[in-house]
Structures are given as C-alpha cells and as structure tokens.
C-alpha cells in the first residue's frame, strides 16, 4: 500500500493514566438535550467538534498542531530548533507522562469523544424532515467515524502498537469512551484488543451511512475506509488493509500525486489525493500553536529539516529538473 494514501501520521507513544475528560458537553453554547431539536442543529454541533480540531487561541488543536507533527520529530527528517519548547521537547525526547503536551493531547482528543457520545445520546430524537434523510445519515455516520479516528489516534498515543505487543494484556490499551459519563467518572484501560474492536466496529457502523462524494473539511466514506485500512495494518490483518486500500485506489474519486503536482499542491485545499483534511480560516485557526508558526523561522522556529534531509530534497529537485 501506499502510504500517501493514509490521513494520519503515525505518531509518538506515550503511556498514562486515564482522567476525567470524558464526560464533556458538546458545546457551551448548545446544550444536546435541548439544543439539538433539528437536522441544521445536528450540523451546526457537529461542525463544533470538527472546529476544535483546529485549534484556536484557547487550544492548541491536534489535527492543525501538536499532532501531526510529533511523528516527524521523533523520526529522521526533522529536528528541534527553537528554545520556546512549544512542541520541540517531542523532539529531544523529554516529554513524559507528566508532561504538559501528554496531557493537552490525552484531554482534546477527549473533550472531542465527550461531544460526539453527548451528541450520539440524543440523535434518536431528532426530528427529520422530508428530504433530509441522506443528510443525517451522514452526519451520523461522521460522528461514528470520528469517535473511531480519535480513539485511533489515542491509542497510537497512549499504546503500544498491536504488533509489538500482547493484545491481550490487561490494561494495554486505552479506555473506552462509547457513552456519556458522570462527571466523577474514571475509566479504566481496556486491552489493545478491546481497543482495536472498538475501533473498527465503529467504522464498520459509519461506512454505510457515510457519502461517497468528496467532502471538503469533512469525513466521508473514503476517509473511514482509509481509517480502517491503516487499523487493519497495524494488527497485521494484511489482507483485510489491503482489501480497504484496494477499494479506495480503484474506486474512490481520489489519485495519487505526480511527480509535478509536488510543486503546487501544498497550498491548496482538496487536492486529488487529500482524503481528510481539518480546514482553518484567518479567523479559526492554531495561531502560534499551529505548523506553520512552530516551523517558521520568525515565529517559535521551534523545529525544522535536518541537514541531512534537505540535501536529500534538494538532490531530488535536481534530478527532476534534469528529467
């Protein structure tokens, strides 16, 4: 499989104890048992729980920052830079289960669960009207889809990977948030095992309901397809991950770059191989917390390619120039 294919950057592991984060509200504005009384209203708590991924200046977002680039500062290509330690303590490996950024990651991707499961609670009883039965599905089908993306990317934070490990052992994995909980509530960790079926039963629910069309800023079909391809992979089910990956290299509306749309693509929105990605506006966005200011050389330069890599992507350059 190609890896260009996948939405999610493998990330760092990091091993802590569960906390209260999984009783929050959908939204302080919308409260689900009395806010969510339309199909509209439905969209509008849903569009919350994908703006928090953004990040703005209360938060530091995950999808926008902190997240997707943990994987390369603890890989070959990039390096910490900056003194600010903002994300670059990633990098030079002093981040523990007592650190701020173990416990900012471990309480937004929560936070996020804790809105879907409120949400969830209450989307029986929502009233549809003629014409909006394609629209809720799908937004169901999001929620579900994204609870699996989370928990997902939870345990890729705070387990080890299925195949490096024993699925089976007691408190190996995560906990669980499939409901809304008491605010006292302290979940207990379940086995990688457990934590893996929950995922994949859950996209197993969202890809019926889910759109086949593209979605800009939204999760659709090909996304949890690529979700369960990449889950699927990491237990080693090959056949299964290749079987999904398959599906969405043949049949989906996606392609994967050419060599010369790596000149144009990265400042662009819903390029051709972009299943998934978070949208950010001037006025909603990770600000100083965000991939740019932390890679940018006036902003927290907290981190950056290695020499190494940047001669290897000018050698690149090089040789397609000569093609």
């Not at 990091?14 to 302080?28: G, K, Q, V, Y």
């Not at 289960?97 to 209450?122: Q, V």
């Not at 506006?281 to 940047?310: D, I, K």
Request: proline share 3%; with cysteine.
């Amino acid at each position: 499989m190609n890896k260009s294919f996948f939405l999610i950057i493998l990330s760092f592991l990091f091993i802590t104890s569960c906390s209260d984060f999984l009783n929050e509200s959908p939204s302080s504005s919308l409260p689900t048992d009395e806010g969510i009384s339309s199909v509209k209203d439905l969209h509008n708590a849903l569009n919350g729980v994908y703006y928090f991924q953004s990040g703005d200046w209360e938060v530091r977002g995950t999808y926008s920052s902190d997240f997707t680039i943990a994987a390369d500062l603890r890989g070959g290509d990039f390096e910490p830079k900056g003194t600010y330690n903002q994300i670059a303590p990633i990098g030079r490996y002093t981040v523990d289960a007592a650190h701020i950024i173990t416990e900012d990651l471990y309480r937004m991707f929560y936070y996020s669960i804790g809105k879907i499961n409120s949400i969830l609670s209450t989307i029986e009883s929502v009233p549809i009207e003629p014409g909006e039965e394609t629209e809720y599905r799908n937004l169901q089908g999001e929620l579900y889809a994204l609870r699996a993306l989370f928990h997902f990317d939870l345990a890729r934070l705070y387990a080890r990977l299925p195949s490096t490990t024993d699925v089976n052992a007691a408190k190996s994995g995560i906990v669980i948030s499939d409901k809304v909980f008491p605010a006292d509530y302290k979940g207990p960790r379940s086995t990688i095992a457990e934590t893996y079926q929950f995922i994949l039963n859950d996209i197993n629910t969202a890809l019926p309901l889910l759109t086949k069309d593209k979605s800009l800023g939204r999760i659709n079909y090909w996304a949890a397809k690529g979700i369960q391809a990449r889950a699927y992979l990491y237990l080693e089910n090959n056949a299964e991950a290749l079987q999904a990956a398959e599906e969405i290299i043949n049949d989906s509306p996606y392609q994967l770059y050419t060599i010369a749309d790596y000149t144009t693509v990265w400042d662009q929105e819903g390029t051709s191989e972009s299943l998934f990605e978070i949208l950010n506006t001037v006025n909603y966005n990770a600000q100083r917390n965000s991939l740019g200011y932390y890679t940018h050389a006036e902003g927290y330069h907290e981190c950056g390619l290695t020499s190494a890599f940047l001669s290897d992507l000018k050698t690149g350059l090089m040789m397609y120039a000569a093609a």
